[in-house]
């Protein structure tokens, strides 16, 4: 049985007046002061529960980003292939890997596509939001090389290892892709990736 972590009511309570701050002033214009005021807290007890405004950023993007991978597993895992005969068969983690960057890149996209706030301040939020992304999926990732490893299809190396090059090529990409958001650069992410599973 896994262990889920328990539910903090106060922390989400601080991090739900933050996200609404977030969308009606702006990542930058929030002030700390003025959440801990609307909550009838102190800073203090805002420190209490997170360690920076940046903190609480990242720990909204996370929950975003856990509930977006959580759809895209199962998506994944529900896709089929046809095989030479004309049988459906589950995808393989190469497969599996690539439809998972298509989809990162995807959401990325139309995250970059939405940006109305000024240019430094959205650099800065998504630098966040891009750990944030790239933590949530985190599991996953280690799960699909495991299973590729097991299988034959990637070489024998460990996961942990193999997993921080691979966010670290799809970290570099996204970077690329938030500089110029026209350039395609998924399928030049996953054939990287795929040359050092391989």
């Known amino acids: 049985m896994t262990n889920t972590p328990e539910i903090d009511p106060k922390k989400e309570e601080i991090a739900e007046t933050f996200r609404k701050h977030f ?6 214009k929030t002030s700390v002061d003025e959440v801990a005021k609307d909550l009838k807290i102190s800073k203090k007890t805002i420190y209490t529960k997170f360690s920076s405004k940046e903190d609480i950023f990242y720990y909204i993007i996370k929950k975003v980003a ?7 597993e199962k998506e994944i895992e529900a896709l089929k292939e046809k095989d030479l005969e004309g049988n459906e068969r589950s995808l393989n983690s190469k497969e599996k890997i690539s439809v998972l960057i298509q989809k990162v890149f995807e959401r990325s996209r139309k995250w970059l596509s939405d940006k109305k706030t000024d240019p ?7 630098n966040i939001a891009r750990l944030a992304f790239i933590d949530a999926y985190q599991e ?29 090529i799809i970290g570099e990409s996204m970077e690329i892709l938030q500089t110029n958001p026209e350039i395609m650069i998924e399928e030049e ?10």
């Open 23 to 28: 969308d009606h002033f702006g990542y930058k």
């Open 66 to 72: 856990n509930r977006d991978r959580k759809k895209i």
């Open 120 to 126: 430094f301040e959205f650099k800065y939020k998504f």
């Open 140 to 168: 996953y990732i280690k799960n699909l090389i495991s299973e590729g490893i097991n299988r034959g299809e990637f070489r024998d190396a460990p996961p942990n290892i193999t997993y921080r090059f691979i966010t670290g």
């Open 189 to 198: 992410t996953i054939d990287s990736v795929l040359r050092l599973l391989k």
